[in-house]
């Protein structure tokens, strides 16, 4: 076999030699199974995914009968800068994912996307979910995400612990966040009850974390207590990072330590707070080969699943499990993460 043609993380094209995309692959599931103290792909595992990545295919897909559902995030923002540039009206962008683009399921959401900026508007958006909810088929979820960071100030009514830390006012950063929590926790339950009300079929945290512990744990507390007022509503919660940012260092919920926890403990928390579907996100390491970035992003999903009760759909947008970091994801290197995710990862959606 010749030179294998394939992209890095940053989108940029390369080829490989068979014993580089071995060594990539082998590398790749090492460092995550170090980093995440979790077992490494087997050898089975590392030859099928030499097999979809040495493949001269322009695109790869699953067998018929192999597919999964797919979810999706960051509703009424694609199709203005990603799809066609041509500026839809959100309803409108989801009915083109439902009628044309043949999706499982919607996203609706402010243009802004954080709840903090929704709560102020939230009357009308009620009205732009019940009209899609009227005319589409298909699951409709509301998403938006927790941005503890729209709090501080001078836009929000908090000090700003990144203004803080670095000026060794470690207490006074750790309140700051605290508070901070309160005001998105109470958001949070605000618009995600609003919605509930209004017939919605899922609540979508995207990014969650973003912001740290402090920002998860508001999360996990948000969640928690829509579901208990809500029992029957559908939650999504997908992150930021593949680990929590201990930007506060001291928050634990359920007895456990949130700073550092990777994909496999996240999802612990989640599926206790009540979260009925889970996003865990890898990394795209930007210097290095799509094949070696799906490889670690794989190890770190399998025992993601493993640990779980409730269903997998990790994040696969740009730069995050295997995709490379561009705008728009060449075809070739996303279906073959794709395609890896659903066979080796034994994934429950996308």
Same mark, same amino acid.
């Given at each position: 076999m #010749?030179?294998i043609? %394939?992209?890095?993380?940053?989108?940029?094209?390369?080829e490989l030699?068979?014993?580089?995309?071995?060594?990539?692959?082998? @590398?790749? %599931?090492?460092?995550?199974?170090?980093?995440?103290?979790?077992?490494?792909?087997?050898?089975?595992?590392?030859?099928?995914?030499?097999?979809?990545y040495?493949?001269?295919?322009?695109? /790869?897909?699953?067998? !018929?009968?192999n @597919?999964? /559902?797919?979810? &999706?995030?960051?509703?009424? !923002?694609?199709?203005r800068?990603?799809?066609?540039?041509?500026?839809? +009206?959100?309803? *409108?962008?989801?009915?083109?994912?439902?009628k044309?683009? #043949?999706?499982?399921?919607?996203?609706i959401? +402010?243009?802004? &996307?954080?709840?903090?900026?929704?709560?102020?508007?939230?009357?009308?958006?009620?009205?732009?979910?019940e009209?899609?909810?009227?005319?589409?088929?298909i699951?409709?979820?509301?998403?938006?995400?927790?941005?503890?960071g729209?709090?501080?100030?001078?836009?929000?009514?908090c000090?700003?612990?990144?203004?803080?830390?670095? *000026?060794g006012?470690?207490? @006074?950063?750790?309140?700051?966040?605290?508070?901070?929590? @309160?005001?998105?926790?109470?958001?949070?339950?605000?618009?995600?009850?609003?919605?509930?009300?209004s017939?919605?079929?899922?609540?979508?945290?995207?990014? %969650?974390?973003?912001?740290g512990?402090?920002?998860?744990?508001?999360?996990?507390?948000a969640?928690? =207590?829509?579901?208990?007022? +809500?029992?029957?509503?559908? =939650?999504?919660?997908?992150?930021?990072?593949?680990?929590?940012?201990?930007?506060?260092?001291?928050? %634990?919920?359920?007895?456990?330590?949130?700073?550092?926890? &990777?994909? +496999?403990? *996240?999802?612990?928390?989640?599926?206790?707070? $009540?979260?009925?579907?889970?996003?865990?996100?890898?990394?795209?390491?930007?210097?290095?080969?799509?094949?070696?970035?799906?490889?670690?992003?794989?190890?770190?999903?399998?025992? !993601?699943i493993?640990?779980?009760?409730?269903p997998?759909?990790?994040?696969?947008?740009? #730069?995050?499990?295997? /995709?490379?970091?561009?705008?728009?994801?060449p075809?070739?290197?996303?279906?073959?993460?794709?395609?890896?995710?659903?066979?080796?990862?034994?994934?429950? $959606?996308?």
């Open positions: #010749g030179k043609y %394939t992209k890095m993380g940053d989108g940029s094209v390369t030699s068979e014993s580089e995309l071995k060594r990539d692959l082998e @590398e790749a %599931t090492r460092d995550a199974a170090e980093r995440g103290k979790i077992p490494p792909l087997s050898e089975d595992e590392l030859s099928h995914l030499f097999d979809i040495s493949s001269a295919a322009r695109f /790869v897909g699953v067998d !018929c009968g @597919e999964v /559902v797919l979810t &999706y995030d960051n509703g009424g !923002c694609k199709s800068g990603h799809i066609m540039e041509v500026p839809l +009206h959100k309803v *409108q962008e989801a009915q083109i994912y439902e044309f683009l #043949g999706a499982d399921s919607a996203d959401g +402010h243009i802004d &996307y954080s709840f903090k900026p929704v709560k102020a508007v939230v009357d009308f958006e009620q009205r732009s979910l009209y899609a909810l009227l005319v589409m088929t699951p409709v979820f509301y998403g938006s995400q927790p941005n503890l729209s709090y501080t100030q001078p836009d929000g009514p000090p700003n612990p990144m203004e803080l830390l670095p *000026q006012r470690i207490s @006074e950063a750790r309140a700051a966040q605290e508070e901070m929590m @309160e005001y998105a926790t109470r958001d949070m339950v605000y618009v995600g009850s609003k919605m509930y009300e017939g919605v079929d899922g609540i979508n945290f995207d990014t %969650t974390a973003a912001a512990d402090a920002d998860f744990l508001a999360t996990l507390r969640v928690e =207590i829509l579901k208990r007022k +809500h029992p029957q509503i559908g =939650i999504m919660v997908g992150m930021a990072g593949e680990f929590v940012l201990g930007m506060h260092g001291e928050l %634990t919920y359920n007895g456990v330590r949130l700073a550092g926890l &990777y994909p +496999h403990k *996240q999802v612990e928390l989640v599926e206790k707070a $009540g979260a009925t579907i889970f996003g865990p996100t890898i990394n795209t390491n930007t210097g290095k080969s799509c094949a070696w970035n799906v490889a670690r992003a794989i190890t770190f999903v399998k025992a !993601c493993e640990n779980s009760n409730i997998i759909h990790p994040n696969m947008g740009m #730069g995050m499990g295997g /995709v490379p970091m561009t705008a728009l994801p075809v070739d290197v996303v279906s073959r993460a794709s395609k890896a995710m659903v066979e080796i990862g034994r994934i429950d $959606g996308l």
